[in-house]
C-alpha cells in the first residue's frame, strides 16, 4: 500500500540561526581587515551619479559588495557596488560607490551595516551624499545643498529591534549633522569661491516621486530638499557615535507648483553629474585642510 512517507516532512533542518547584527558588522569588518588591515579615518557615501570619482582619490583597494560578508548588493541606476579604500587629501577613506535603498526591498537594518562597519574599521564621521529635488524655490539643479537637519519620512528606523550591542537605545539626534563640521565645509566653500546652499534634508521611501501636493506639504514642513536615502545611515552613524556631514546634488525643481515640470531619471543624473564638479573639491579641500 502506497502512503505518505510523514518521516519525511517531520525531518528537522539544521540551518544555521542569521548571527546578531553586532556579529555581521564583525565578520564584514574582519574581510576588510584581511584585505585593507589599516583603521579607516572616514567613510564617504556617494549617491547617485555621483558614483565617478576624480584621479585624486588614490585608490588603495577595490571591494566588489558581493564578496563582502552580509553587505547588500546595489540595484540602483549609477550605484555599481564597490567599496573602495582611498587616499585624500591625508585621509583614508573607505569610500562606498554605491549605496542600497528602502525602495529596492532591502531591509532597513541591511541598509546600514556599511555605516556600522565603517566605526568597527576605526572610522570617526561619515561624509554622505545624495542626489536631491529642491523643495526650495531658490535652488538650481546643479546647485549643492549642505544638510543641516533631515525629516524623517520612511516611516522607518534602522534601530527598531536592535539591542544596545552597537549603540544606545535611544541615541540623541539633536545636532544629527555636526555643527563643526558644518563650519568647516563652509570655510571650505569660502576658501574654493564655491557656493553652497543650506538646507533641511526630507527623507522618504520612493521609488515614485512625490505628487504636486506632496511636495507642497514637505515645503512647508520645513524642508528643502527631498530624496530616498541617506536619513537611515544618518540615524545608525549618530547611534554608534560617528560625526555626520550631508550634501545634497540638487538635480529637479520639486516645487509642486504650476511651473512643475515632469521629472526625469536623465535630469536626475545629469545634474548629479554637474554637482558632483562642485561636491567633489569640497570634499578634497574639506579632508586637506584639517
Ligand atoms: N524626489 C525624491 N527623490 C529625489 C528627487 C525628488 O524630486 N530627485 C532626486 N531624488
Not at 547584527?21 to 564617504?44: C, F, K, P, T, W
Request: proline share 6%; with cysteine.
Amino acid at each position: 500500500m502506497q502512503g505518505i512517507d510523514l518521516t519525511r516532512s517531520k525531518q528537522k533542518t539544521t540551518k544555521k540561526p542569521m548571527p546578531s547584527m553586532a556579529e555581521q558588522v564583525h565578520i564584514a569588518a574582519e574581510h576588510i581587515r584581511n584585505i585593507y588591515a589599516n583603521d579607516i579615518d572616514s567613510g564617504l557615501i556617494l549617491g547617485s551619479g555621483l558614483g565617478d570619482i576624480p584621479d585624486y582619490f588614490k585608490v588603495i583597494e577595490t571591494i566588489p559588495y558581493h564578496d563582502i560578508p552580509y553587505f547588500p548588493h546595489s540595484t540602483a541606476p549609477s550605484h555599481s557596488g564597490k567599496l573602495l579604500i582611498a587616499e585624500l587629501g591625508g585621509s583614508i577613506v573607505a569610500v562606498f560607490q554605491g549605496r542600497f535603498h528602502l525602495y529596492e526591498g532591502w531591509h532597513v537594518t541591511q541598509i546600514v551595516l556599511g555605516v556600522y562597519t565603517l566605526k568597527a574599521l576605526g572610522a570617526s564621521e561619515l561624509l554622505v551624499t545624495n542626489a536631491a529635488g529642491a523643495l526650495n524655490p531658490e535652488f538650481k539643479p546643479g546647485e549643492v545643498m549642505l544638510i543641516e537637519d533631515h525629516l524623517n519620512f520612511t516611516g522607518q528606523s534602522p534601530l527598531i529591534g536592535q539591542t544596545e550591542e552597537l549603540g544606545p537605545r535611544f541615541p540623541d539626534m539633536s545636532r544629527a549633522y555636526e555643527p563643526a563640521l558644518l563650519d568647516h565645509m563652509r570655510d571650505c566653500a569660502g576658501t574654493l569661491g564655491q557656493s553652497l546652499q543650506s538646507g533641511i534634508y526630507a527623507g522618504v521611501t520612493g521609488p515614485a516621486l512625490e505628487t504636486s501636493a506632496e511636495r507642497r506639504f514637505y515645503r512647508m514642513a520645513g524642508a528643502d530638499a527631498i530624496g530616498m536615502s541617506t536619513v537611515p545611515e544618518v540615524i545608525a552613524a549618530k547611534h554608534c557615535g560617528l560625526n555626520v556631514l550631508g550634501m545634497s546634488a540638487i538635480t529637479n525643481m520639486a516645487v509642486g507648483d504650476a511651473s512643475q515640470q515632469v521629472d526625469s531619471i536623465e535630469e536626475v543624473l545629469n545634474n548629479a553629474a554637474i554637482a558632483s564638479q562642485a561636491m567633489f573639491p569640497l570634499l578634497r579641500e574639506f579632508l586637506q585642510s584639517r
